[in-house]
Each structure stands twice: as structure tokens, then as C-alpha cells.
């Protein structure tokens, strides 16, 4: 383990339509939600779900097949690195966001 990196594996459903950014350069960015579902039998043996929601960030080539392809509610496997980042709102309050920075999507479900 003396290589360990920042990897992260994320299975999950949209939480809306992709949003697109395309800046004065030219690249692209595309944001959306990702709903990962985990379930257990509690203590009664009932199931119980919990969500799970992530902020992923695609950019590039990846951005483009995210545009033409993915809409909300749709399955996807995606992998990327974990990033943290911070901003300042308005009213001079600082905030803080964790996000998904994706390199690969994999689209999953039926057509």
C-alpha cells in the first residue's frame, strides 16, 4: 500500500438533468447529483434504505457524453477522486463543499 490514492466508486441514479458550463475558453463542466442507495433489515428484520447524495464535477470529454446522453434518473457507475473546496457566499459567510471530480462514467439500466 505504499501508493494509495484518492479513488472514488460511486453507483448510483441522477438526482436532476446535468447542468453545463461552457466556459470562455471553450471547456466544458457538467454538474449533477448522484443518489447512492444502501440498504439493511433493522432490529424488526424490516428493510430500510438510506440515500446518499454527491455532488459530481465531469470535465472535457467526459462533460460531452454526460450532455448527450444522461438525464435525471438515470443509473450510472462513475470514478473520480474526492475534492474539497471552499467559497464565500454573499453575506461574507463562509461555506464548504465536498464534490466527485469524475474521469470515467459507465451508463447502466436498460436503454
Known amino acids: 500500500m505504499s501508493t494509495l490514492r484518492n479513488k472514488v466508486q460511486l453507483i448510483g441514479n441522477l438526482g ?19 443518489a447512492t ?8 428484520g424490516q428493510k430500510q434504505t438510506i440515500t446518499d447524495w454527491h455532488n459530481i464535477i465531469a470535465w472535457g470529454k467526459t462533460a ?10 438515470k443509473e450510472v457507475a462513475v470514478e ?7 467559497y464565500e457566499t454573499k453575506e461574507g459567510e463562509k461555506r464548504y ?7 470515467e462514467v459507465l451508463m447502466l439500466g436498460s436503454k
Do not use: H, M, Q, W
Not at 473520480?80 to 471552499?86: A, M
Not at 463543499?97 to 474521469?103: G, K, R
Open 80 to 86: 473520480g477522486k474526492l475534492t474539497n473546496r471552499s
Open 97 to 103: 463543499i465536498t464534490e466527485v471530480v469524475i474521469n
Open 37 to 44: 442507495n444502501e440498504s439493511y433489515k433493522d432490529s424488526e
Open 64 to 73: 460531452d457524453i454526460i450532455e448527450k446522453f444522461l438525464t435525471k434518473g
Open 16 to 34: 436532476n438533468d446535468p447542468e453545463i458550463i461552457t466556459l470562455e475558453s471553450g471547456k466544458k463542466i457538467a454538474k449533477f447529483s448522484l
